[in-house]
């Protein structure tokens, strides 16, 4: 379960996340949506404890965050949308690394990181130093070390981005095995079709305040859409009248 309330940050004069309240249960898939800017990115630092709120509260499957980092952290896997690597270690020196933060290490982390490396086809690379990794090898080692520990909770940030159709679609199926096993995902994307297709609910932030949240339905029923896609809600929500200008104009040129 991942809740937060109140949650707000601001910068000097500027509110980047401005008192929002959401509530992920566990055996679900959250999507979290919003434009460049909204507050998307400076939610999920906070959640995931690199960023201190300013106020208001985050649990991770009942630990506060702020009171309890150490437990709550033990809790979550987290995946930035840009993959930050050591590149003097090899794949698996980096894996075994990151288990050594959570207390894990020995064989059965040994078979974990064959397993993962396995999955994601990273196996003849396990020995390769990371700075010899393409960018979407590194995304995939960046998302192995976010569920090295077996976390009940995934937070991630653009997870698609730098994958290759093949691994994009593994992930899918990851991310649906583990909400159906009793784990919760909040995820972060720009590629809305992705968050139609694979999420149970989805909140729309826009200038750090939630506009709108819910399933599918809901989101259509709260904005009178009819059977309107997620982009058309998209862009109802956080300016969709000056993107339809933009369009009849190049269309006059």
Known sequence: MIRIA?????YGKLLAVDHIDLEVPKGELFGFLGPNGAGKTTTLRMIAGIIRPTEG????????V??????????????PDRPFVYDKLTGGEFLRFVAGLYGQDGDSIERRIDELLDIFELTMWKDELVESYS??????LIISSALIHRPECIVVDEPMVGLDPRAARLLKVMF????DRGGTILMSTHTLEVAEAMCDRIAIIQQGKIA???TMAELREQTASGNAS???LFLRLTG??????????????
């Open 6 to 10: 109140g949650l707000t940050k601001a």
């Open 57 to 64: 509260r985050i649990w991770l499957g009942g630990d506060d």
């Open 66 to 79: 702020i009171a309890n980092p150490l437990t709550a952290k033990a809790r979550l896997g987290f995946i």
């Open 135 to 140: 960018h979407g090898m590194r995304q995939k």
């Open 176 to 179: 649906r095995q583990f909400v």
């Open 212 to 214: 709108a949240q819910g």
């Open 230 to 232: 997620l982009e058309d």
């Open 240 to 253: 969709g009248p000056a993107v339809r200008e933009l369009a009849e104009v190049l269309g006059e040129a």
